[in-house]
C-alpha cells in the first residue's frame, strides 16, 4: 500500500534560497532509500516562504524508517535556523487502503 507525505515549512523570509538548497539535498538523499517512489517541491503561489514537499513511499514502514534515519536528522538540523516553527507533516492514504472510520 503506497502512502503520501506532505511536509509544509514556513520559512523565515529572506531564508528561501538556503532553504532550496537543503530541500534539494533532503530529497535527493531520500531517492536513494529503499521504498521510495517519487517526491516534489512545492512553494505557495502567494506565499513564497510556505514550502511543501510532497513524496510517495511504497509503504509507512519505508517512510518511517527514513523519517527516523540518522541521516535525515541530520540535514533536518540544517533547516531548524531557516524555519518558523514545527514543520507539519502529514500521511496520507489512498482511500480504498483508508482504515474505516468511526463517528
Known sequence: ?????????????????????????????????????????MVDAHNPTNFLMISTWTSIGAWESWEKSPERQEINEKLIPLLQGIPKVRMWLQDLDAPPGGA
Do not use: W, Y
Open 1 to 41: 500500500m503506497a502512502v503520501r507525505i506532505t511536509v509544509e515549512r514556513t520559512v523565515v523570509p529572506g531564508e528561501q534560497h538556503d532553504v532550496k538548497e537543503v530541500l534539494r539535498e533532503l530529497r535527493s538523499r531520500s531517492t536513494r532509500r529503499t521504498g521510495f517512489v517519487s517526491g516534489v517541491t
